[in-house]
């Protein structure tokens, strides 16, 4: 077995400057060692690859089942549970993914378009003119309506509010450094009462646990399937052997959807108004092609505008909310880039690096739309979300919002920068989020 060079560091060490700025260090490895490098980042393992060549990250993809497996992901089942979609594994993980798909897809996503409009429109009507904002706060308001909409089918009540409040108060704990480097060494995972770290981090999981677990059984007592939120279809569902989900399935599989459904898109928003407001030209094409549908556009007519598309595209090359895509495991020996690896080690595509690649997108950097009109990037050129058979699976929630909402607001509100600073990427526990947030100002209403 040869195993590619990696830095010289203590993994401790690796893992304490991955922790901090994880852009710097993958940056740095990436420079010296090249598209596969060896830097054990996360878990016990001291060996864990990286690696950013489209070719490798196709083999390892299109092998989820053969030569790869596609492990549980232990770093974030403290937060999602034993039977989040994320940690479960095999024909149990396949089966989830049946169940959990078709909300996602066609006419039951049409049916949440003019809701993530109004609810778009909703948060910015409450500004007053000249009233400073930060983008990425207006945008976790947006998307945890949204998902809890979708998701729950709820808009208003005490659970609402309640909800909305636990998990705004669950996701900012790992603003802190402290709290998100907890997820990173298991061994620190200590609850030590409701004042310690970690301590905190569990009673407010407990807290919304308890509310998750009040809304199954009224809904379990009052469900009508003709509703058209998730919640209804997964109390629905049934499996191949004709059973529904456990209360504990349900509880964990909406907690995923709404920690990974509200926190990512609310920074992928964030971004999206960074990035069109600090070039203007960007802003008035759109505006330019939104004109095109005339007074009131259907949603599904908005997200199919190619310039809107490439916006959002190159919004989340430049600037991915996930660093590295889900971990596959070795399963038999197997050759990757020249490299003869045996089983059990860990191999995980650097999304941030690929998307970096100065072969695929010259001046990396640089916030360039128009590579997406120019050329058809391949699944493993532009891999925002993933891919295989760990690929989000509410990838397209996460597109239609982005678009829906960008549009929404540019029609309705004129806005600018209010911090005319740089904004970079910092890590916001497992993913990226803007530094500053996007600060800024509403200027007036179209």
């Known amino acids: 077995m040869n195993i590619p060079d990696g830095p010289k560091i203590p993994s401790w060490l690796q893992k304490l400057q991955y922790t901090l700025d994880p852009l710097r260090f993958l940056e740095t490895a990436a420079e010296r060692y090249g598209d596969i490098f060896n830097a054990p980042v996360m878990g016990k393992a ?33 937060l999602v549970g034993e039977y989040s979609l994320l940690v479960l594994e095999g024909d149990r993980h396949l ?10 897809h066609g006419d039951r996503m049409r049916a949440y378009g003019q809701s993530i409009i109004e609810l778009a429109d909703k948060a910015f009507a409450q500004l007053a003119p000249a009233q400073s904002f930060t983008a990425r706060t207006l945008a976790q308001n947006i998307s945890m309506d949204v998902i809890l909409r979708v998701v729950f089918g709820l808009s208003e009540g005490e659970r609402f509010y309640e909800l909305k409040q636990r998990i705004t108060t669950l996701m900012d704990l790992f603003k802190s450094p402290l709290i998100a480097g907890l997820l990173f060494f298991p061994n620190l995972q200590k609850d030590l009462g409701s004042r310690s770290p970690w301590g905190y981090v569990r009673h407010v999981q407990r807290q919304i646990d308890e509310l998750l677990y ?49 926190e990512t898109t609310a920074s992928a928003i964030a971004w999206t108004f960074y990035w069109v407001h600090k070039f203007p ?7 330019q092609e939104l004109a095109t549908l005339g007074d009131a556009p259907d949603p599904t007519s908005i997200a199919r505008l190619p310039y809107l598309t490439a916006v959002c595209q190159e919004t989340l090359r430049i600037c991915p909310i996930a660093v590295l895509t889900v971990p596959r495991a070795v399963k038999e020996p197997v050759e ?68 829906l909402v960008l549009a929404t607001i540019l029609q309705r509100y004129e806005l600018e920068l209010s911090d005319q ?22 200027r007036s209403r179209r």
Request: net charge positive; hydrophobic share 40%; charged share 25%.
């Open 95 to 104: 089966q989830g993914r049946k169940l959990l798909l078709p909300p996602f």
């Open 281 to 287: 030209h960007v802003r008035e094409r759109i505006l």
């Open 46 to 78: 001291n060996i864990m690859l990286l690696v950013s060549h489209p070719a490798a990250i196709q083999q390892i993809f299109s092998s989820d089942t053969k030569q790869f497996a596609a492990p549980p992901n232990q770093l974030l089942r403290p």
């Open 421 to 442: 600073k740089p904004e970079r990427p910092v890590r916001g526990g497992v993913t990226l989020r803007p530094e500053r947030g996007v600060k800024m100002v509403l």
């Open 336 to 403: 990757l880039m020249g490299y003869s690896l045996q089983p059990g080690i860990r191999v995980f595509g650097c999304i941030y690096l690929t998307h970096h690649r100065k072969d695929l997108y010259p001046d990396s950097k640089q916030f360039r739309p128009e590579r997406f009109l120019e050329r058809q990037f391949s699944p493993y050129e532009f891999l925002p979300f993933g891919g295989g058979v760990r690929r989000c699976i509410g990838e397209a929630l996460a597109w239609f919002e982005m678009k």
């Open 214 to 262: 009040t809304e199954i059984q009224a809904r379990r007592q009052h469900h009508d399937p003709a509703n058209s939120d998730i919640l209804s279809l997964l109390l629905s569902a049934k499996d191949e052997a004709g059973g529904g989900m456990t209360d504990a399935e349900l509880k964990d599989e909406l907690m995923t959807l709404l920690l990974a459904g509200h």
